[in-house]
Nanobody, 124 residues
Framework: VQLQASRGGLVQAGGSLRLSCAAS????????TGWFRQAPGKEREFVAA????????YYADSVKGRFAISGDNAKNTVYLQMNSLKPEDTAVYYC??????????????????WGQGTQVTVSS
């Protein structure tokens, strides 16, 4: 599957931003889709994931209550709504698809296809 993430951006702390991840080649609702991020000098970390057909959602503790992941089957797109952004949310964000339904949602190594990454910068 090919994944195209929307452009990120620069936002002030406390602001909001929505990222989208549009897919071609596969139907996203058949698979788990996740968002990961990588800040400079840090390892990639799990942010959020949504199960097939939007059945389950998962969040990292650091974003729980602030971020929301959702899907639009008609557009074959998954969204990451980010609210109450903090400077520590600054990172390159990646969407990814996991083809196996038996892998851990937080394990980036278990995702098969990745988008190109988009920069999100939160200023203090």
């Amino acid at each position: 599957v090919q994944l195209q993430a929307s452009r990120g951006g620069l936002v002030q702390a406390g602001g909001s931003l929505r990222l989208s991840c549009a897919a071609s080649g596969r139907t996203l609702s058949f698979y788990r889709t996740g968002w990961f991020r990588q800040a400079p000098g840090k390892e990639r970390e799990f942010v959020a994931a949504i199960g097939s057909s939007g059945g389950s959602t998962y969040y990292a503790d650091s974003v729980k209550g602030r971020f929301a992941i959702s899907g639009d089957n008609a557009k074959n797109t998954v969204y990451l709504q980010m609210n109450s952004l903090k400077p520590e949310d600054t990172a390159v964000y990646y969407c990814a698809v996991q083809l196996s339904r038996y892998s851990a949602h937080w394990d980036g190594g278990a995702y098969n296809d990745w988008g190109q990454g988009t920069q999100v910068t939160v200023s203090s």
